[in-house]
């Protein structure tokens, strides 16, 4: 979609806008959501972020997708500048503009660390906010000394973008997200985020996050309820094992699960290493045993799905045809 087709369907007398889902955890979804709540998300975000009239916004990412077609909206609702560029990996290659707010998924943020004037040009960005995706730890190291504000999202295509953020640098960092304004939230018995946006959503929201709340109304999620591996009575949270072994230098793989006779499931690991990698090999001997997989498997590249997210489904299938 162009940013034309977005902006005439915009403009029609529908109350509706379409949307899809990024499809990282299965088929993508088509949704259709009110204009009205969409200004409403993109209200939130300026007012929290204090985005001002006249102001540049940088559109870099897929308009197919719920992140892309908020920039827009938010553009429409503060009456910013909206500077666009096709999607790219190397967003600010052959941008000039001075940027105030820009949104970027994390392999963007990556590309741009590797290049000199690309990564000047990031750090002169006012508000940065990344989502999309799991932020390295890597990357969160080398944006903790940025000048201006960088944030981590949450949120989801039901949910219209973000309801909240958390601070990745300078002394505000965190590893709690802050919720947005009108944005209240709970725990499910098996701890999955709930959220309750009326202005956003007309249900209460029931997410597969696994979260904890603290006494500020701030969260944090540990992983996923769907990426949760029961090996032998052991609950085993994939995105964990996964967050170890980056800290152990290990960054290029994927926790899945495969089927085991003796545990029923055990954890599996795709990677884009060879599979008798010395470090790889180092780096999972360092974890606890019962995290240790039982399969890895080298694939030419992590399935990814169209907003920047790893594609999970995809991942399992992979396991699946390998003898699984």
């Known amino acids: 979609m162009t940013l034309q087709e977005f902006l005439k369907e915009w403009k029609s007398p529908t109350k509706m806008v379409v949307v899809r889902t990024s499809g990282s955890t299965g088929k993508p979804k088509i949704m259709h959501v009110e204009k009205k709540r969409m200004l409403a998300s993109a209200k939130m975000t300026c007012d929290f972020l204090k985005l001002h009239a006249g102001q540049t916004a940088l559109l870099c990412m897929s308009l197919e997708y719920i992140g892309a077609k908020m920039m827009v909206v938010r553009a429409i609702e503060r009456n910013l500048k909206l500077i666009t560029i096709e999607p790219t990996g190397h967003p600010l290659a052959n941008i000039s503009d001075e940027i105030d707010f820009a949104a970027m998924v994390p392999l963007q943020v990556y590309n741009s660390l590797q290049v000199p004037c690309e990564r000047q040009k990031l750090m002169k960005i006012k508000n940065l906010i990344i989502g999309g995706g799991a932020i390295d730890a890597k990357i969160q190291n080398e944006l903790q000394n940025f000048p201006n504000a960088v944030w981590s999202t949450y949120g989801m295509t039901e949910t219209l973008s973000h309801i909240a953020l958390r601070r990745l640098n300078g002394s505000s960092a965190s590893l709690w997200y802050t919720p947005l304004a009108g944005v209240k939230l709970g725990l499910t018995e098996n701890n999955c985020l709930t959220i309750d946006a009326p202005h956003l959503c007309p249900e209460t929201l029931i997410t597969n996050d696994i979260a904890e709340l603290n006494n500020k109304g701030e969260f944090r999620i540990s992983g996923r309820v769907d990426n949760v591996i029961n090996s032998g009575g052991v609950k085993i949270q994939a995105e964990e ?76 299938e992979i396991i699946r045809k390998m003898g699984n």
Request: aromatic share 4%; proline share 5%; with cysteine.
């Open 241 to 316: 094992v996964e967050r170890k072994l980056a800290t152990l230098g290990v960054d290029n793989v994927v926790i899945s699960s495969c089927q085991d006779v003796k545990f029923g499931e055990a954890v599996a690991l795709i990677t884009t290493l060879p599979t008798d990698d010395a470090h790889l090999r180092a780096a999972i001997n360092q974890l606890p045993k019962y995290w240790q997989p039982k399969r890895i498997i080298s694939v030419e590249a992590i399935p990814m799905a169209g907003n920047g997210k790893v594609a999970r489904q995809k991942v399992k």
